[in-house]
């Protein structure tokens, strides 16, 4: 996972659970970061220090406009965040060690599921 698709992940989150467009940074969406961390399944970002994670998530809401809406763009406070569409993170194409093998081939008294099909 990337911290654009985090971001994302915790903003479509909070707008579910809230039903609110816009969060603050500190007070909710990085609150939220931390205290669910062990449970996102981050992959290579499960290792990153809680002092770093603020920097690296508040970089991907701004520098990612095509995602993210900014507060200061709309008059409001320059702290809260909210996402352009209410959408959850689009599925990135690299496999996941979490994507479950293909299905096994079971057999039924001697016959293959692939053999009874034809």
């Not at 701004?62 to 809260?80: A, M, N, P, Q, W």
């Not at 096994?104 to 008294?109: L, N, V």
Request: proline share 8%.
């Amino acid at each position: 996972m990337s911290w654009v698709d985090l971001a994302h992940l915790v903003l479509y989150h909070l707008s579910l659970c809230c039903r609110r467009k816009y969060f603050d940074f500190e007070r909710e969406i990085l609150s939220f970061a931390n205290e669910n961390w062990d449970s996102l399944l981050l992959g290579p970002l499960s290792d990153t220090p809680k002092q770093d994670r603020s920097h690296n998530l508040l970089n991907a809401l701004t520098s990612h406009k095509d995602r993210f809406v900014s507060g200061k763009e709309i008059k409001k406070k320059k702290c809260l965040f909210g996402l352009q569409v209410r959408a959850p993170p689009p599925l990135t194409s690299d496999p996941s060690p979490l994507t479950p093998d293909p299905p096994a081939i079971i057999s039924h008294k001697g016959l293959t599921t692939q053999t009874r099909r034809r």
